[in-house]
């Protein structure tokens, strides 16, 4: 009977992604079913953390996020969870030999969170590498079903994407980073005086990122390319209207793209895809 508890431990991972992220969702349906599971378990655990220090107002976070990585360690180690996540996580880890050392490196980015932290060019780069650089680690080692070799060979694209992901999130979320949670991820940056010369500069490097990531997706395997192209192709058109919104604007309001304007965006991708990559 523990099937029944594996398979709603994975339905509630699949649940979690759908509630918070639209376009992650689309994304993971253009993957091959039969690795669409184990990325709503990588989606489920890093959401879990970031609720944690992102919305649990009025609550320990530190204690909470404490209990979250000794949690994880014993269901790592006992190869069981009664938490749904935490198991669809385990699972997921043990069949692809995912490493523990990730696993640490997200947990320790997630805790820098948890205080006010001026960030320098050594700091940002390690908050980027536990928080998303890691993730889409996770997520390759999926892809390529578990092939070392393979996983080596596509690593550094993986990153790069992870970072232009996480520094469009960023400047999507400047406005409630800053007045909510009172962080200011960019390096040396005064967000009193963000400007556009500022944000000129963050954007050049995405560009630059974006471009050598797209070279790492043409060699993902068929199981997932679309997918990840799809992911791609949704932030590349939130990181287009970013640009088009001037500085001010961006730490006044939070920049959106709609539901419906996604769906349209995946449909158009399908063909862009057929044609292009």
């Keep these: 009977m523990k099937k029944l508890f594996d398979e709603l431990s994975y339905k509630v991972s699949k649940a979690t992604t759908k509630q918070y992220s639209t376009s992650f969702s689309l994304g993971i349906l253009a993957l ?3 690795i669409r599971n184990s990325i709503y378990a990588i989606y489920g655990y890093v959401r879990l953390a970031d609720e944690i220090v992102d919305s649990f107002h009025g609550f320990d976070k530190q204690k909470l996020l404490s209990r979250f990585r000794d949690e994880t360690l014993l269901a790592l180690e006992e190869k069981i969870s009664l938490n749904p996540i935490l198991q669809s996580f385990q699972e997921t880890v043990h069949k692809y030999e995912i490493d523990y050392e990730l696993i640490n490196q997200f947990l320790r980015s997630m805790e820098m969170d948890l205080h006010k932290i001026d960030y320098n060019s050594d700091l940002y780069k390690e908050y980027i590498l536990g928080s998303a650089e890691v993730v889409g680690l996770m997520c390759l080692q999926i892809f390529v079903d578990g092939n070392k070799e393979e996983f080596e060979r596509l690593k550094p694209f993986a990153m790069i994407l992870g970072s232009a992901f996480q520094k469009v999130n960023f ?14 991820y960019f390096p040396n940056v005064d967000i009193t005086s963000f400007d556009q010369n500022v944000k000129s500069e963050i954007e050049k490097e995405i560009e630059t990122e974006f471009s050598q990531a797209l070279e790492g ?28 919104t001037s500085a001010n604007k961006i730490i006044n309001q939070r920049i959106r793209i709609s539901n419906s304007r996604k769906i349209s965006l995946m449909m158009g991708c399908y063909v862009e895809y057929k044609f292009s990559i």
């Design 171 to 184: 400047l999507r979320d400047m406005k409630d980073d800053y007045e909510i949670l009172g962080r200011t």
């Design 32 to 34: 091959s079913p039969k």
């Design 217 to 244: 997706i043409k060699k993902l395997p068929n199981s997932s390319r679309f997918g990840v192209y799809l992911a791609y192709r949704y932030y590349v058109s939130l990181f287009n209207k970013i640009k088009k």
